[in-house]
């Protein structure tokens, strides 16, 4: 069976296409398509409080396209999510709205608390060892999820409104950067050797510049060394000599220091990139509701 997700996210617009199938009892998720839009709505919500209408019309062309693509591959259910910048624009109402009746696609949009109940609905911490701590991080254009499990329950999880496009354009006071740095190591005290998984297209991008091969951790050190290469370039050779995409050159400096500040802080030696996200996790919550329905009718 297949599903999608739609994610309105601060940078970028994406829509999964996910094929869900069980094995021996176990649900095994299979990524089937990722389109990826880079709208960056980041711009517009978080320095001018609102969405234009060129960058809101592009969006709702979007939608049309993506609800097109979705009554095309016939899923069983799709979901579609808005996290930072459509919080944050005072239009955003309004977009929505247009959404609804133009694409016929409805859009919830979600706070920080449930965008990283999301992300950790994808349970990446269930392949690796069930005794130790993990540190979910999800870094986006407009805010930082994180959750903190041990011993495979969830013991803290907040969200920050410090991501990529904010501290591009020094849009992050210096108190909530602060406050975040100290949120990090209160939760971390106590707790040895904590794994960090991240997910984000800008730590799935670090991941890849890293050359590392069969899903084998990223350390500190050298996650250190690739942003210190990647920011020696300008904006313009990091597209030209590196071979990034322009939407990704000029944030994936923030990303990495964002993700080296909470390693460093929790004392983190190593992160782990299984290339997961909001997207994902959605995915995961449609198979579970999906489940649930077909549970409720064979009691009926």
């Known amino acids: 069976m297949k599903f999608a997700s739609i994610d309105i996210g601060s940078n970028a617009v994406r829509l999964l296409f996910c094929n869900v199938f069980e094995d021996n009892g176990k649900a095994v998720f299979k990524k089937a398509e990722l389109i990826r839009i880079p709208l960056r709505l980041g711009e ?8 234009s209408k060129q960058k809101a019309d592009r969006l709702v062309t979007t939608m049309k396209a993506f609800k097109h693509l979705i009554s095309v591959h016939d899923v069983v259910a799709y979901r579609a999510c808005a996290t930072a910048a459509l919080r ?3 239009n955003s109402a309004e977009i929505i709205k247009r959404i609804r009746k133009e694409a016929n696609l409805p859009v919830t949009v979600i706070d920080g608390k449930t965008e990283a109940s999301i ?3 994808n349970h990446a911490e269930e392949n690796l060892a069930h005794d130790a701590s993990y540190m979910y991080v999800d870094i986006g254009g407009g805010s ?6 041990h011993k495979g329950k969830c013991i803290a999880s907040r969200s920050f409104n410090i ?3 904010l501290l591009l354009y020094n849009k992050v006071e210096k108190k909530l950067w602060l406050e975040f740095r100290q949120w990090v ?4 005290v106590g707790l040895p050797a904590i794994s960090a998984i991240g997910s984000g297209g800008n730590i799935n991008k670090l991941y890849k ?9 990223l350390s500190y050190k050298k996650l250190k060394l690739i942003t210190a290469k990647i920011e020696s370039y300008s904006t313009k050779d990091r597209i030209k000599i590196l071979g990034l995409n322009p939407d990704r050159a000029d944030v994936i400096v923030p990303a990495a220091k964002i993700l080296l500040t909470i390693m460093k802080s929790a004392r983190i030696q190593k992160v782990i990139v299984p290339e997961i996200g909001l997207s994902d996790g959605i995915v995961h919550g449609l198979y579970a509701e999906h ?3 077909i549970r409720t009718k064979k009691r009926k």
């Open 44 to 51: 517009d919500a978080f320095l001018k409080k609102k969405i």
């Open 88 to 90: 944050t624009a005072t």
């Open 119 to 121: 992300i950790y609905a």
């Open 144 to 149: 930082t999820e994180i959750t903190l499990i």
């Open 163 to 165: 991501g990529t496009i």
């Open 185 to 188: 190591k209160d939760i971390s």
């Open 209 to 217: 510049m890293s050359d590392r091969k069969g899903n084998k951790p």
């Open 291 to 293: 489940l649930k329905n």
